[in-house]
């Protein structure tokens, strides 16, 4: 989960985004987010794929596209 949250973190820092704006992009609850970026909580497959779509971005380690992507 370590590297998931650093990604998390990197994609919010680079684009200048507070919580409360990735929550309104991704659907994922603030608090959620914080947990997972402080590293309380575990994310689920439903949740990163959620931050993904929402940042767009690749958050799982090796992946290459984004998960809901790949189902495609």
Request: charged share 15%; hydrophobic share 55%; aromatic share 8%.
């Given at each position: 989960?370590?590297?998931?949250?650093?990604?998390?973190?990197?994609?919010?820092?680079?684009?200048?985004?507070?919580?409360?704006?990735?929550?309104?992009?991704?659907?994922?609850?603030?608090?959620v987010?914080?947990?997972?970026?402080?590293?309380?909580?575990?994310?689920?497959?439903?949740?990163?794929?959620?931050?993904?779509?929402?940042?767009?971005?690749?958050?799982?380690?090796?992946?290459?596209?984004?998960?809901?992507?790949?189902?495609?």
């Amino acid at each position: 989960m370590l590297f998931i949250a650093r990604g998390l973190r990197w994609h919010i820092d680079e684009r200048g985004w507070s919580l409360w704006e990735v929550s309104a992009l991704t659907g994922v609850n603030r608090q959620v987010i914080a947990n997972l970026l402080a590293g309380r909580s575990w994310a689920g497959v439903v949740t990163i794929s959620l931050l993904e779509d929402g940042l767009d971005a690749v958050l799982w380690p090796a992946a290459t596209t984004r998960a809901s992507a790949a189902a495609l």
